[in-house]
């Protein structure tokens, strides 16, 4: 394939994007598959000679969407969504065209500035702090274990960057349970360890217990343990729990602990001055991270971390042998020190076509609307004989079972997707099984929404 024969498929690719969306409807939202089914239908070995690309598009389109959970439609109620606006797909086709790497300001300057630009317009979008910055990672996930190493270098007097751990104190790090499973990633990848990840137990509201989180800290201290750090949750996974982060700060300021917020999910919906008192108090951590990937319409891989002060960040995680010196000096910003991998993909350009393309006040409605389409459902299931709701809708989402027991819940929800008109998954709350529901697809319209309503009366 050359680049004529780019152009001609680009345009077929194109066409096909086009009827794949106006089709979704039409497909069951979960793959119909069982495992192995599209590896068994794949050669066991690569050709040795060149392919034509009728044949390999074909291929394509015989072998892969059928094998897809289709993670745009509209009807995907599971996870959290993973949004890609059309906005979004272009700038995605801009980029893989023009293949940039974006390690350094010198291989990239377009890359590093864009990016410089659209963590401003989200520090501002947010009602953050002006003086705050930050960096695009490719997941939550990566953000977190950015923080959680920092959290651990700056305990350690960045002792541990090296000399190791193996001499260092035992390193403590804390969180409610109803954080994700990210920062359990982070403190193992970190060398901290799953068993030093203190769960701070919650209140009636599954937020933080201050009280409780001094206590830990105090006793972890009197045990000749060093404490690092506070991951706080903002919309967590299972049931959108919200940790009051202005009732725990002050213990992190008493023990000179720093900070980091978990907003991976409900972080897009600041934007709305309505929802951005579940934020209270994160303007005075110092760190940050959100995916607009799950609720903007930017789409997978773009998670962003906003950072009070990077040096002690930079500080973990920057490293400049002779071949990644900059000659233009320190005035410039190496991105690649902020985070840990070195190659990195230019992020910023999607996020500047979404955000130009619908404005903040168009992905404002969106995540308005949402917000109100799942509190309208919740309410229409609420008043089902035999179906109860587990947790209350934060944002958009909340929980829901039978009232038949964990075992008939279950059921349901198996009947459920292997329907295919919806999609949903299970989470663990109280000790139940139970159903979640969170709703955010960028082409989801009210009567997706309500379609869970009819579909679970089809199946029960």
């Known amino acids: 394939m050359n680049h004529d024969d780019l152009n001609h498929w680009s345009k077929r690719a194109a066409d096909w994007i086009t009827d794949y969306h106006a089709t979704l409807r039409d497909r069951p939202v979960r793959a119909q598959v069982s495992p192995g089914d599209l590896l068994a239908r794949l050669p066991a070995t690569a050709p040795d000679m060149a392919e034509p690309p009728e044949d390999i598009f074909a291929d394509f389109e015989a072998l892969i969407p059928g094998a897809l959970t289709h993670w745009q439609h509209p009807r995907f109620f599971a996870y959290f969504p993973a949004n890609a606006a059309p906005a979004s797909m272009l700038a995605e086709q801009l980029m893989s065209g023009i293949g940039a790497q974006a390690m350094l300001w010198q291989t990239s300057p377009a890359a590093t500035e864009l990016e410089q630009g659209m963590i ?93 989180l001094t206590r830990a800290i105090g006793a972890d201290v009197a045990a000749g343990l060093m404490p690092a750090g506070i991951v706080f ?21 008493a023990h000179d602990l720093m900070t980091h917020v978990d907003a991976a999910w409900a972080g897009s919906a600041m934007i709305c001055p309505e929802f951005r008192t579940l934020l209270e108090g994160a303007e005075d951590c110092d760190s940050l991270v959100f995916n607009p990937h799950k609720w903007m319409g930017a789409q997978f891989d773009c998670a962003v971390q906003l950072i009070r002060d990077p040096v002690d960040q930079i500080r973990t995680l920057g ?34 076509f979404v955000l130009r393309a619908h404005g903040l006040d168009g992905i404002r409605v969106r995540i308005r609307n949402h917000v109100a389409w799942t509190r309208e459902l919740c309410e229409v299931l609420r008043g089902e004989p035999g179906l109860e709701i587990t947790s209350e809708p934060r944002l958009s989402l909340f929980s829901f079972a039978l009232t038949g027991g964990c075992a008939a819940t279950e059921a349901l929800l198996t009947r459920i997707n292997a329907d295919g008109r919806i999609y949903l998954t299970q989470t663990t709350h109280a000790g139940r099984f139970v159903i979640r529901f969170t709703c955010g697809t960028w082409d989801c319209t009210r009567d997706d929404v309500m379609a869970v309503w009819e579909v679970i009366r089809d199946l029960r």
Not at 233 to 253: H, K, Q, S, Y
């Open 120 to 212: 401003r317009w989200l520090i501002r979008a947010l009602d953050m702090p002006e003086d705050w910055t930050g960096t695009i990672h490719d997941s939550a996930t990566t953000a977190t274990l950015s923080a959680v190493l920092t959290m651990r270098e700056r305990a350690l007097g960045f002792a541990g960057l090296t000399e190791g751990l193996s001499d260092q104190p035992r390193l403590r790090i804390y969180a409610s349970a109803q954080t994700h499973s990210s920062v359990d990633k982070a403190v193992r990848l970190a060398g901290i360890g799953q068993d030093n990840l203190v769960k701070v137990p919650v209140r009636d509201d599954l937020s933080m217990d201050p009280d409780a």
């Open 233 to 253: 949750c903002a919309g967590g996974t299972a049931v959108g729990a919200f940790d009051e982060i202005t009732a725990c700060l002050p213990v992190a300021r």
């Open 319 to 352: 490293l400049r042998p002779d071949y990644l010196q900059t000659l233009e000096g320190d005035e410039v910003t190496n991105f690649n020190e902020w985070t840990v991998p070195l190659g990195r993909r230019m992020r910023a350009l999607k996020l500047w």
